[in-house]
C-alpha cells in the first residue's frame, strides 16, 4: 500500500517507534526490502538517492518502486532521498513518489530556508510529504568525510523552530552525532539536540541520518527522545558484499544470478533485524 511520509510517520508516533528507511540501488535491494517489511508486517521507507542515480536511473528504477509500494501488503512510502536538483525532484514527483527528502543543507542557513519554502509548497501540490535537513553530518550521502569538526555543524534548536514554522516541513534530519556510511569508532551522540528540538518544533517528526552502525541502545535513546524515521544503507549493503565474497570465496556458483539472489537474501535479513531493532521487537 503506497502512502506519504505522513501518513507512516503518523503510524510511528502512536507506536512511539521508528520507521526504517532503506535506499534502493537494484531490483535486489528493493525486493530484499519490501519482502522484509511483508514477513514482519510492518511499515516501511524505501528511497531512491540522487547520488545512487548513476547505478539506476530514477526513470527505470522509480516507476518499479511505486509498483511494488502499491502491490505490498505493508504501509510503503517511497522518497526521494538527499534530492537537490529541482529536474530530479520533478522527476520523481511525476514518475509517483510520495515524498521527497530535499537536502539544502549545504547552503547558508537563510537560502536553505527560502529554497526548502518553495520545495515544499512544490512537493505538497502533489499530496507527497517532504523531509527537510538542518545542520550537516561530517560525511555526505556517499560515504565521502567533508567536515572535520562534527559538532560545529549540529542543529540549532532554536533556528530548528523557525525553520519548520517557516517552510512547513512534515519532517526534519538533524545532525546531533550520526554520520553518512561507516564509523571508526562508535558515535557519540547528543540526544539533547533530538528532545529540545521535538519540544521547539511541537513534536514533529524528527529523521537520523547515517542509522548504520548506531548501538541498539542509542537507536532505542533516539527513538524514546523523538526520532520517527532512522536512514539505514550502509550495513545493509556491506551484508550482501561480505555474502557474495564468501559464496566466490568457497567456489560455490560461476553464475551471477546466484550471487545476487544470495546477496539479497543476505540484506533481507539484515533489513528485518534492523526494522525488529527500530519497532521495539
Not at 535537513?133 to 555543524?153: I, Q
Request: with cysteine; glycine share 6%; hydrophobic share 40%.
Amino acid at each position: 500500500m503506497l502512502v506519504n511520509l505522513n501518513e507512516i510517520l503518523k503510524i510511528a508516533e502512536k507506536r512511539k517507534i521508528a520507521i526504517g528507511a532503506f535506499n534502493v540501488t537494484g531490483l535486489d535491494t528493493l525486493v530484499a526490502e519490501i519482502e522484509a517489511a511483508e514477513e514482519l508486517n510492518e511499515p516501511i521507507i524505501i528511497q531512491h538517492a540522487e547520488v545512487h542515480n548513476v547505478y539506476n536511473d530514477i526513470e527505470i528504477i522509480g516507476p518499479v518502486m511505486v509498483d511494488l509500494a502499491k502491490k505490498a501488503s505493508v504501509p510503503v512510502c517511497v522518497q526521494l532521498d538527499h534530492g537537490t536538483s529541482l529536474t530530479m525532484i520533478v522527476k520523481a514527483l511525476e514518475i509517483g513518489f510520495s515524498s521527497i527528502m530535499y537536502d539544502g543543507s549545504h547552503l547558508p542557513y537563510k537560502e536553505n530556508l527560502e529554497t526548502t519554502k518553495k520545495m515544499a509548497k512544490l512537493v505538497h501540490s502533489y499530496n507527497a510529504s517532504i523531509e527537510g535537513e538542518l545542520g550537516r553530518l561530517v560525511s555526505n550521502e556517499d560515504g565521502k568525510t567533508s567536515l572535520l569538526n562534527p559538532s560545529d555543524f549540529y542543529t540549532i534548536p532554536e533556528q530548528a523552530k523557525e525553520f519548520v514554522d517557516v517552510t512547513k516541513v512534515d519532517a526534519l534530519a538533524i545532525a546531533f552525532g550520526t554520520n553518512h556510511g561507516f564509523y571508526k569508532e562508535e558515535p557519540k551522540l547528543d540526544f539533547n539536540i533530538i528532545s529540545k528540538v521535538r519540544q521547539l518544533t511541537n513534536g514533529l517528526p524528527l529523521v537520523m541520518h547515517g542509522g548504520s552502525g548506531v548501538s541498539t541502545k542509542d537507536y532505542k535513546t533516539a527513538i524514546a527522545n523523538g526520532i520517527r524515521k532512522i536512514n539505514f544503507y550502509s550495513y545493509m549493503s556491506k551484508a550482501g558484499y561480505d555474502k557474495v565474497k564468501e559464496v566466490i570465496k568457497d567456489n560455490q556458483t560461476n553464475y551471477l544470478h546466484d550471487l545476487i539472489h544470495e546477496a539479497k537474501i543476505a540484506m533481507k535479513e539484515i533489513v528485518k533485524d534492523t526494522i525488529k531493532i527500530f519497532s521495539n521487537q
